[in-house]
């Protein structure tokens, strides 16, 4: 079996827009000019007129131009055009309400500066989100303002910090140590660093999980500011000694970061405040649907114990009998982590996705998410190696060990399922699964979508020992086929410039 590269499809060919155009070819048409012509040489000064002609300008009609860009914009694999099982990334569908919601002019068009009194629709939004997360979570102290999980990380180790210098004075410099299991997303150790920390690393054990040993060995040697913890971890299982580890950090005098990424396993079943965690932050872009992705604005909230709660970033909202105001009289705060109160739109998608879901949609939808990666994870263990036996949560890891005696890696399979008509699943994450791919299908896909991706993955383990250079060449179905990525990111070309010699000869 072989994919014949499509060369004739006009829209996987569209060429540059400096090659459609024609010498004398406009999209405009001007009224006939009723007045005086203007002599330009008379009114502008030498140095401000071109002397040139405007050589190079794309010489195109309208309808070249609109074409030529929507069939670029087909190029672009998105959450609406299908499956996107990112893991780690939580690609969820973003509903369409929720982006008319948040187009509401009051909303859209509200100036950030606008007085207390003409912004209260916007501020009680910003205080029933915070509630909201608060119940989700189990930990009542919100902040909005992070503008990214990685952010979020940052103001909550931050929070950490001035708790310790509070309460140890003088002595909270003998407590700089984080502890950071092996299997951590790489923003953790970052922001551990930023806020002054040196990281210590746990290792996993071979299920997958925190090995307790080496946490306890760790925390006899003293110094422990705290832990950040992903729970689910990156691997995709449930940390089941969790409340145990809680218990041993706060023992050693040090405080719980949940790096809460992977919530979506979680909502509505299990609250990490519950459990013993002290500080968390959320990624509205991932467990609460606002889209993600492309660089637009994301959202990192942060969420904390009673305790933490005075450390939080100024200014708080808060509720005065009827009235929402801002408050900035909060002497123990780390500061504002972000201008005026954070990505305002994103909280506006969240709120109206955890309204329109109700605490028992919101249930299902992790149900959902969680029974849609068991699903995958049982019907292709045969197909792929599982390095991990137990049960996933929301994603589930496999590895390339089958594969790679053929010479077939993972970034060969994932590169194939693009031929598959999918995005891939993320690879090489985490670090200590050698060749992995986490799979997060989220609660968004359909039993026969599934299926449609199980099908797809059975059928290139069945090509990677039938036809491996199939597999290891391709993909055979797009534009450009594989890439030197490393070149492209340290060489890049990033203009055009015309073959004059070739222009000359055709004039
Ligand atoms: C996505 C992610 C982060 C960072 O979140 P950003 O919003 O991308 O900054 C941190 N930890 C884990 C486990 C993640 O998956």
Sequence with gaps: MSIKKVTSHPTQNEELIFDRSQIGRVGYRLPKLDVEETNLDEILPAELRRDDDLEGVPEVSEVDVIRHFTRMSTWNYSIDLGMYPLGSCTMKYNSRLNEKVARIAGFANLHPLAPEREAQGALELIYNLQEDLAEITGLPGVSLQPAAGAHGEMTGVMLIRAFLDKRDGEKSKERRVMLIPDSAHGTNPA??????????????????????????????????????????????????????????????????????????????????????????????????????????????????????????????????????????????????????????????????????????????????????????????????????????????????????????????????????????MTIYFPLIVEGAMLIEPTESVGRADLDAFIDAMKSIAAEAVETPELVIGAPHTTRIGRLDEATAARKPVLRWKPDMEATAKSA
């Excluded at 969790?242 to 949940?258: K, T």
Aim: glycine share 12%.
């Design 191 to 424: 922001s551990a660093h930023l806020a002054g920390f040196t990281v210590k690393t746990i290792r996993s054990t071979d299920e997958g999980l925190t090995d307790m040993e080496h946490l306890k060995t760790l925390c006899g040697e003293g110094g422990i500011a705290g832990l950040m913890l992903t729970n689910p971890n990156t691997v995709g299982l449930f940390e089941t000694n969790i409340q145990q580890i809680c218990d041993e950090i706060h023992q050693a005098g040090g405080l719980v970061y949940m790096d809460g990424a992977n919530m979506n396993a979680l909502v509505g079943v299990a609250r990490p405040g519950d459990f013993g965690v002290d500080v968390i932050h959320l990624n509205l872009h991932k467990t609460f649907s606002t889209p993600h992705g492309g660089g637009g604005p994301g959202s990192g909230p942060c969420c904390c114990t009673a305790e933490l709660e005075p450390f939080l970033p100024t200014p708080r909202v808060v509720k005065d009998a009827e009235n929402y105001r801002l408050d900035f009289n909060r002497p123990e705060s780390i500061g504002r982590v972000k201008a005026f109160f954070g990505n305002f739109g994103m909280m506006v998608r969240a709120l109206a996705y955890i309204q329109t879901h109700g605490a028992e949609g919101l249930r299902e939808a992790t149900e959902a998410a969680v029974l849609n990666a068991r699903y995958v994870g049982h019907h292709l263990t045969e197909s792929y190696d599982k390095p991990f036996e137990s049960d996933s949560m929301h994603e589930v890891i496999f590895s390339h060990k089958k594969q790679s005696r053929k010479g077939v890696h993972t970034l060969d399979i994932a590169k194939r399922l693009i031929d598959y008509g999918f995005h891939p």
